[in-house]
């Protein structure tokens, strides 16, 4: 990320887990709770990879229904700026 001389970064704020948070909406409608979270947050598998840890090739697994380890779900929640209990009630 660049930016120009003395602009501030954005904070992030927490995603706040809610029956009207498109991600639980878009996982009732069928979607996979890691294709949910890829989607509303509009994360690109490079940035996650690299704001994570997780190699792509892993990410790609993920997104295709492989089991997932505690240490995993922490890193993708901290990319997301998702509450951990926000985060685990879509897993």
């Not at 120009?4 to 709770?33: A, F, N, T």
Request: no cysteine.
């Amino acid at each position: 990320m660049s930016r120009r001389k003395g602009e501030q970064p954005v904070p992030q704020q927490l995603q706040r887990w809610s029956d009207d948070h498109p991600v639980p909406r878009l996982i009732r409608d069928g979607d996979h709770w890691f294709g949910a979270w890829v989607g509303q947050m509009a994360t690109p598998y490079v940035k996650l990879a690299k704001r994570t840890g997780i190699p792509i090739g892993r990410l790609t697994a993920i997104d295709r229904g492989d089991v997932v380890s505690r240490s995993e779900l922490e890193a993708l929640a901290r990319a997301w700026s998702a509450g951990a209990v926000s985060f685990f009630a879509t897993r």
